[in-house]
């Protein structure tokens, strides 16, 4: 089975050469029961670490059933330990926070088996332990953890065992209970190779071999009757490889998956912590996106209720020295309107008065900002009624006192009950109210929803005391055409009015697009404020996450070097810190998501600011979970794959 030529194994401590093995020459048959005994420091357990393929020599060839297994690579060596060898530790390198049941299943997992078969229950049962099999280590004796361990290495079946000072931490009784339990294992046909440094125990073996100084330097045959077993197991080619049908692969996920939960749930504080980072990250990201998103349907509301292509025309006064001549101002009339109407590049035109007035009803009365408009007000603002109707081009006509009012006039004078059909005062005239428009916001420091849109006539005449009207509004039929319709507008006044010297004094045009572009850069500067801001914190909660887990690869070293010992792979390590990494960012992600909701809520409700949560944001906190689990889980995970077996179990 084991055939050893010439192998040496040296250490380096700081600029020290330590040399372990000098050129050791062995052969082991199958069936063999061999006890490896000498004093500290004579190469005997790094001898067992070479035969068991942790440890790798500098120089020599090493056979096992024939095949030269010192160029193997990492992944082929570990599929070999996985299926050929089972370890038996003098610190038994139980998982502590696992049952009995769980350590002995372990290597099942890296050999592509379901982990929750009954072979393992079959070999606690072999060693005596079924009835502790729920039990964790702290609750077992020393006897019941190294028969715990015995069991693990025997759920693959191996050919080969190997025990690194199996009664060195027990007392009498338990290790004869023990070295009882391996004689058996011989008996059915088992190779072992013990290590040990009790000589009573060793002549339980049929062949006792002497090191010193890293060199063997007795080999007898204690019982030549044990020196093949009479149920010595067939011995044939093995595959030297890691390949697995779809099935094995998939079940080989699913158990890292299941290792990844346990080990998040058996550390719950430290998981905890993980998660906070991510769930603050995730819930300001949801939050702030429901601030932008809410902020960018405020501002495309005010937007609408300013009209699309929309120009205003404002009446001015000449200045002289900087002083406004107001006895030579412009006045603009409806008359104007209908001309600039009348321009091609016009789609409609409407004349607007507007001012400030005391509106009462019943024992309510609120002073609010009044505007005088065409009924083709409505079009051009967005403004059709969300209950009634607008007026109509003959009530204008006739000057008919009724009345289309905001939201808030419903709240303040009507108790936010139905207005339409009811009656109000507006400076001591009575109104039939017949339409509610609908919500607008707030527009800067003004409320938008906080007007009475009454006939433009009505209000020149009857309410205002106007023959003028404050400005002019004309929707341009593209927005190609607006600076071309500018000019005309501006040429069409300043030829009715014979308007001479600073035309931009006497008379403005203003282009609403531009307010809109304005509006628009501004609340996507917002957005990309906030984002930065719940990025920043995302980071540094993904941060936090790679600090847990690299604190989390220290602290459990010795434990990737036991999964590793008993067959893990630098992939299967990999996978499952991986796993962890990314359970616990998207869990945190999921309360970050919930969490950045209800922020968003109370932002809503305590500071009055528009938020608009939409299923985009959970999504994007789910795949910013995902990501950051992945990015700042894989050092860490790439940091456990690369540990060295015989230095993580060393570890202290």
Not at 425 to 440: T, Y
Request: hydrophobic share 45%; with cysteine; aromatic share 6%.
């Amino acid at each position: 089975m084991i055939e050893l030529k010439g192998i040496s194994r040296a250490y380096c401590t700081g600029k020290v050469v330590v040399p372990a093995l000098k050129a050791v020459d062995l052969t082991v048959e199958t069936g063999e029961f061999v006890a490896i005994t000498g004093p500290s420091g004579s190469g005997k357990s790094t001898l067992l670490h070479v035969l068991g393929f942790l440890d790798r020599p500098d120089s020599g060839t090493y056979k096992f059933r024939g095949k030269d297994v010192t160029k193997l690579n990492d992944d082929e060596l570990a599929f070999i330990r996985n299926r050929f060898v089972g370890f038996v530790f003098q610190q038994f390198h139980l998982l502590a926070r696992a049952s009995a049941l769980e350590n002995v299943a372990l290597p099942m997992i890296y050999g592509g088996h379901d982990e929750s078969g009954a072979v393992a229950e079959a070999r606690l049962a072999e060693v005596g332990l079924l009835q502790r099999r729920d039990h964790c280590p702290n609750e077992l004796s020393g006897g019941e953890q190294q028969r715990v361990a015995i069991a693990r290495a025997l759920v693959n079946d191996p050919a080969l065992i190997l025990a690194d000072e199996p009664t060195g931490n027990l007392d009498s009784r338990s290790a004869e209970e023990i070295i009882a339990i391996l004689a058996a294992l011989h008996r059915r046909g088992k190779t072992i190779v013990m290590v040990t440094h009790e000589g009573e125990i060793a002549r339980r073996a049929g062949r006792l071999i002497h090191m010193r100084d890293g060199r063997i330097v007795d080999d007898v045959v204690l019982d030549a009757k044990m020196i093949f077993s009479s149920a010595r197991q067939s011995v044939g080619p093995y595959p030297v490889g890691t390949a697995s049908n779809d099935g094995r692969q998939r079940m080989r996920v699913g158990n890292h998956f299941r290792q990844a939960l346990r080990s998040i749930l058996a550390h719950k504080l430290r998981a905890t912590l993980s998660m906070l980072g991510i769930l603050i990250g995730v819930a300001a990201v949801i939050a702030m996106l429901g601030v932008g998103q809410g902020a960018r349907e405020s501002v495309r509301q005010q937007l609408a209720s300013l009209g699309s292509n929309l120009l205003v025309v404002l009446p001015g006064a000449p200045r002289v020295h900087g002083v406004a001549l107001e006895g030579s101002r412009t006045r603009l009339t409806v008359e104007d309107a209908r001309a600039v109407g009348m321009l091609p590049a016009v789609r409609r035109a409407a004349a607007l008065v507007d001012g400030r007035a005391q509106v009462v009803h019943g024992d309510r009365n609120w002073n609010t900002f009044v505007q005088g408009a065409e009924p083709v007000y409505a079009q051009m603002h967005a403004a059709q009624p969300v209950v009634g109707r607008f007026f109509t081009t003959e009530e204008d006509r006739s000057r008919q006192r009724v009345a289309v009012v905001g939201p808030t006039i419903v709240e303040k004078l009507f108790n936010g009950e139905n207005p339409v059909g009811r009656s109000m005062k507006i400076n001591r005239l009575d109104f039939r109210v017949i339409g509610v428009l609908p919500p607008k916001g707030s527009a800067g420091w003004r409320d938008a929803d906080d007007v009475v849109v009454i006939p433009l006539a009505t209000a020149m005449y009857r309410v205002l005391g106007k023959d003028y009207v404050d400005r002019l509004e004309a929707e341009i039929r593209s927005p190609d055409e607006i600076l071309s319709a500018m000019e005309s507008i501006r040429k069409l006044l300043v030829g009715r009015h014979n308007i001479s010297g600073n035309i931009d004094e006497a008379l403005r045009v203003r282009d609403m697009t531009e307010i809109q572009g304005a509006l628009s850069g501004t609340t996507r500067t917002m957005g990309w404020l906030l984002g930065s801001i719940a990025a920043i914190s995302l980071l540094v909660g993904g941060i936090g996450i790679m600090n847990i887990m690299l604190v989390s690869v220290t602290e459990r070293t010795r434990e990737i070097g036991l999964r590793k010992a008993i067959g893990a792979r630098g992939v299967d390590i990999l996978w499952q810190f991986l796993i962890e990494a990314i359970v616990m960012t998207l869990t945190g992600g999921m309360m970050g998501i919930a969490l950045g909701w209800g922020c968003a809520y109370l932002i809503s409700v305590l500071a009055e600011w528009p938020v608009k949560i939409s299923g985009v944001g959970g999504t994007v906190g789910v795949v910013f979970s995902a990501i950051v689990g992945v990015l700042f889980g894989l050092w860490p995970a790439r940091q456990a794959a690369k540990l060295d077996p015989i230095q993580a179990l060393r570890y202290e």
